[in-house]
């Protein structure tokens, strides 16, 4: 098992830049695939980004393509999300996951069963 733990969220205006950390304990981070996903209130949670074991691939949602930049060390446990030109819809809690998963459908909720606590980002208008 792995255990995440989120941190770097915060409130930024439109237009900032904000980087997320997941660091992971217990099984080593380089044994899963890991994702970023967020959540408002009332809504399901929703793919952001995902990275493959070795960090040769990565995925994104379209609507953060351009903006968002995943990446990870392995070396130090954690991944990161690099959040650049943030827009007010935007706001969400983001949570880490990490998934057994080799290849297929990194974008699904069910494919990740380790999950952190959440960090909350919040864009101003």
């Known amino acids: 098992q792995v255990q995440l733990v989120e941190s770097g969220g915060g409130l930024v205006q439109a237009g900032g830049s904000l980087r997320l950390s997941c660091a992971a304990s217990g099984r080593t981070v380089s044994s899963y695939a890991m994702g970023w996903f967020r959540q408002v209130p009332g809504k399901e949670r929703a793919f952001v980004t995902a990275i493959s074991r070795g960090g040769a691939r990565t995925y994104y949602t379209d609507s953060v393509k351009g903006r968002f930049t995943i990446s990870r060390d392995n070396g130090k446990n954690t991944m990161y999300l690099q959040m650049t030109n943030l827009k007010p819809e935007d706001t969400a809690v983001y949570y880490c996951?990490?998934?057994?998963?080799?290849?297929?459908?990194?974008?699904?909720?069910?494919?990740?069963?380790?999950w952190g606590q959440g960090t909350q980002v919040t864009v101003s208008s």
């Open positions: 996951a990490a998934s057994s998963i080799y290849s297929g459908d990194y974008y699904s909720t069910g494919n990740y069963p380790y």
